[in-house]
């Protein structure tokens, strides 16, 4: 599960980037891929088995014209949902397929989205 994790997570950088450079921001895929790994292994210190991957919303909050403090107001909102235990009381009234379609919808959208503005080679 190692290798396959790490491929989505490569996969899903890669996507975010050229997300960003759709939006008009240029950032370096290596760097990008080496801060996720950084932050992978500051997660792991603290117990996390989940690995790390840039924010793939990057051109909807660009219009929006959000800045660092909506990535910081996000994490700090969902904090307490998490750590007082209302998530398990969400994920237990809502229905888990009804969880599922929209996480394959919002998946196959992005996806579809980064494959219309990467430009095609063959």
Same mark, same amino acid.
């Given at each position: 599960?190692?290798?396959?994790?790490?491929?989505?997570?490569?996969?899903?950088?890669?996507?975010?980037?050229?997300?960003?450079?759709? =939006?008009?921001?240029?950032? &370096?895929?290596?760097?990008? /891929?080496?801060?996720?790994?950084?932050?992978? #292994? *500051?997660?792991? $210190?603290?117990?996390?088995?989940?690995?790390?991957? =840039?924010?793939?919303?990057? &051109?909807?909050?660009?219009? /929006?014209?959000?800045?660092?403090?909506?990535? #910081? *107001?996000?994490? $700090?909102?969902?904090?307490?949902?998490?750590?007082?235990g209302v998530s398990s009381v969400?994920?237990?009234?809502?229905?888990?397929?009804?969880?599922?379609?929209?996480? *394959?919808?919002?998946?196959?959208?992005?996806?579809?989205?980064?494959?219309?503005?990467?430009?095609?080679?063959?």
């Open positions: 599960t190692l290798l396959s994790t790490a491929i989505a997570i490569a996969i899903g950088t890669i996507q975010c980037v050229e997300s960003a450079k759709r =939006a008009g921001d240029f950032y &370096p895929t290596h760097e990008t /891929m080496f801060v996720d790994g950084i932050g992978t #292994l *500051i997660a792991t $210190f603290f117990g996390s088995i989940l690995s790390m991957t =840039a924010y793939i919303g990057q &051109p909807a909050m660009k219009k /929006m014209s959000a800045k660092q403090a909506y990535s #910081l *107001i996000n994490g $700090f909102s969902y904090l307490p949902l998490c750590f007082l969400l994920i237990s009234v809502i229905a888990v397929v009804a969880i599922n379609s929209v996480v *394959i919808f919002i998946g196959l959208v992005i996806c579809s989205d980064t494959l219309a503005i990467t430009p095609q080679q063959h």
